[in-house]
């Protein structure tokens, strides 16, 4: 099944730009869906949009669509999500996963989750 | 975009017990719709896809059923692993594979 590993925590300013990262091993990572889910603190889950990095095909959510970017490197097996000016209310847990359906409609594993935290 | 409605909100089940939990969508996602768990501090975890079909590794006290708008998760006898908050999502609405709001289940 491989296995998603996430960069570490940040903490940034309003306005700041971030680039998070997800490195994929044992699998053939072009191939397979990722997917960036959010979770705001003490709250569920809410699915970003994901890509395919072979041909990097992306969808992104209507409620994310122009806040954030996604993006894929196949040639070092890594995915992307970054912001250009980041604010308060984009702090939350960040995870990617891998597509275990078909069509990126299901996901696993998931990596371990990337905290950011923005405040003045 | 479809909303996925979980309920209850919070359950509590005694060790050994049956655990029900239900999520409702606003519309029909025919049979694309996975639960996953997600135990405190850690990442989700696939349990179910395909309303009933258990993702590798799901023990086999955990099942779901349901199909269109309303579906269930049970677990047969709850183990003490098993507290966490469970999520449903649909994946039949592109591009927006919306989640639940998550029940969190407890030990009573």
């Known amino acids: 099944e491989g296995q998603l590993v996430q960069s570490g925590s940040e903490v940034k300013k309003p306005g700041e730009s971030l680039k998070i990262s997800c490195e994929g091993s044992?699998?053939?990572?072009?191939?397979?869906?990722i997917v960036w889910v959010r979770q705001m603190p003490g709250k569920g889950l809410e699915w970003m949009g994901m890509?395919?990095?072979?041909?990097?095909?992306?969808r992104y959510s209507p409620s994310f669509q122009g806040q954030v970017i996604i993006s894929a490197d196949k040639s070092i097996n890594t995915a992307y999500l970054q912001w250009s000016s980041l604010k308060a209310s984009d702090s939350g847990m960040y995870y990617c996963?891998?597509?275990?359906?078909?069509?990126?409609?299901?996901?696993?594993?998931w990596g371990q989750g990337t905290l950011v935290t923005v405040s003045s | 975009e479809i909303v996925m409605t979980q309920s209850p909100a919070t359950l509590s089940v005694s060790p050994g017990e049956r655990a029900t939990l239900s999520c409702r969508a606003s519309q029909s996602v025919n049979s694309d719709l996975a639960w996953y768990q997600q135990r405190p501090g850690q990442a989700p975890r696939l349990l179910i896809y395909?309303?009933?079909t258990r993702a590798t590794g799901t023990p086999a006290r955990f099942s779901g059923s349901g199909s269109g708008t309303e579906f269930t998760l049970t677990i047969s006898s709850l183990q003490s692993e098993d507290v966490a908050v469970y999520y449903c999502?649909?994946?039949?609405?592109?591009?927006?594979?919306?989640f639940g709001q998550g029940t969190k289940l407890e030990i009573k």
């Open positions: 890509i395919y990095p072979a041909t990097s095909d992306i």
């Open positions: 996963a891998r597509e275990y359906c078909s069509g990126g409609r299901c996901y696993s594993p």
């Open positions: 395909a309303v009933s």
């Open positions: 044992g699998y053939s990572f072009p191939n397979y869906w």
């Open positions: 999502q649909q994946y039949n609405d592109r591009p927006s594979y919306t």
